[in-house]
């Protein structure tokens, strides 16, 4: 293998990360700069896509580069520091705002069972003061551990001038020892965030870089207020995954996408976008149960709406054999799931969004993507999925004044929101709009949140 020392080393946790940094990545290429991209582990059943990518990149320029992961020692030292983050991402779910957040503290300690769960939790809440201490010790212990000398020979080998990570708060991840490792090696460091709930739904930055980028204010506040990230340190950028759409055009007619699903052509349509496995169990069940409300409805233009079903890119498979298949008005598109990680995918992904009248789903980035689109997003009714939905902070950005997501306390009243968008698709169209220019592009001066991006990674290695 070529000496690439001096490259960008790009840190992701596994391909299934790619997708949101593909124009990244490219961008990075077309300024020149070399790139390393180097994954933490494998993710079976979800790397295709994600290899796919850098394969294509790494075709189209010469400078860029992918490195398999590589097993490296833990050793005790290792175990125990991995041991105390899990306490620590544990003990973090006590205090605000995830008193309620049940399901993420049991996630952070798994696996620990429900019930142990529970007796430990009721005697944590009654004691702040210990939960207190017990992060403060755990994290004095840590620190005292050291480096980690297995990730520390690693950046020794690669030698980048620059670190860039992500998503780093995974539960039981090992990047923080790169951070920490590259920071004691003088090599500047940045998170770059990868998705809207990163900050909230997952582990704490057990080792803050040089610079996070954010998409928005209301990250900015959760990294500074959650994870302990000085002021000056966090950069605002825009959400760069999504910045395509902006773009996007359709690529069939509404009528010629209902006729290759076998849809009528004069009927509404409704998009159900799924969630994943942990957001949504047996999901496939409650969606029946929605369609079976919707065919009950007393609004023929409800009842007789054909329904696109797009499945969640990891659990495709669990509607490979399910009744719905042969449900009239009703498809599942695309068959199996897909990752819209190429023009084919997203222009099936795209046509199905703008082709809507209204996009449903229960706690899925899709419907921030419903915004980007001007389509109305309602979430799947209360209460069934509550502690996806109500108690997570990141669901919750999403309804308000300032949100863009109507819900509902039953499936009635969910029926009855259906009926009136279905009446009005363009009612709420500017507050659609304000969310946009507050969560995915704030503050854009001109340039993309991608172009804003580069910039900040650029500047990292220019200041130091």
């Known amino acids: 293998m070529s000496d690439r020392s001096g490259d960008m080393l790009f840190l992701m946790r596994n391909p299934a990360y790619v997708r949101n940094f593909e124009s990244v990545l490219r961008a990075l290429c077309e300024r020149g700069q070399p790139i390393t991209v180097l994954f933490s582990e494998r993710k079976p059943g979800g790397d295709r896509a994600g290899l796919a990518i850098v394969d294509r990149l790494a075709r189209e320029h010469a400078n860029l580069r992918m490195e398999m992961p590589k097993a490296l020692p833990l050793g005790i030292r290792g175990r125990l520091r991995l041991g105390l983050r899990m306490l620590r991402d544990y003990l973090r779910y ?83 020892d790169w951070v920490r490792s590259a920071r004691r090696l003088g090599i500047p460091t940045m998170l770059c965030l990868h998705s809207w709930d990163n900050l909230t739904s997952k582990g704490l930055m057990h080792a803050v870089p040089d610079r996070i980028a954010v998409w928005n204010a209301t990250q900015r506040e959760e990294a500074i207020t959650l994870h302990g990230a000085p002021p000056e340190s966090v950069v605002v950028t825009g959400a760069w995954p999504y910045d395509h759409w902006f773009r996007w055009e359709p690529s069939r007619t509404r009528d010629e996408l209902f006729e290759q699903l076998g849809l009528p052509v004069d009927r509404a349509m409704i998009l159900y976008t799924c969630s994943s496995r942990f957001i949504a169990e047996r999901e496939p069940e409650a969606v029946a149960r929605w369609l079976a409300a ?80 001007g389509r109305p997003a309602l979430a799947f009714p209360a209460p069934e999925f509550h502690a996806s939905q ?66 900040e990674i650029e500047a990292l290695v220019r200041d130091r």
């Open 294 to 373: 919707l065919r009950s409805s007393d609004e023929n233009r409800l009842a007789e709406a054909n329904v696109i079903v797009r499945p969640h890119p990891y659990n495709g498979d669990e509607w490979t054999t399910q009744p719905l298949n042969d449900a009239p008005g009703v498809a599942i598109f695309p068959p199996g799931g897909a990752d819209p990680a190429d023009d084919r995918s997203r222009a099936d992904y795209f046509d199905s969004m703008i082709h809507a009248d209204a996009i449903v789903g229960i706690n899925t980035s899709a419907l921030l993507e419903s915004a980007i689109v």
């Open 390 to 455: 109500d108690e997570l902070p990141h669901f919750r950005e999403l309804v308000g004044a300032e949100g863009v997501l109507r819900t509902s306390r039953s499936m009635a009243e969910h029926i009855g929101q259906l009926a009136d968008t279905l009446a009005d698709r363009e009612r709420d169209d500017e507050t659609r709009q304000r969310f946009v220019g507050r969560f995915i592009v704030p503050n854009l001066s001109g340039k993309s949140p991608r172009e804003r991006l580069v910039d």
């Open 94 to 176: 006590f205090g605000p705002p995830f008193e309620d957040a049940g399901r993420l503290r049991v996630r952070a300690i798994a696996p620990l069972p429900g019930a142990v769960d529970r007796a430990l939790a009721s005697v944590l809440r009654r004691l702040p003061r210990v939960r207190q201490a017990l992060d403060r010790q755990a994290r004095a212990l840590e620190q005292r551990l050291g480096e980690d000398p297995a990730v520390r020979a690693e950046l020794e080998r690669l030698r980048p001038r620059a670190l860039l990570v992500t998503p780093l708060v995974q539960f039981r991840c090992r990047q923080s």
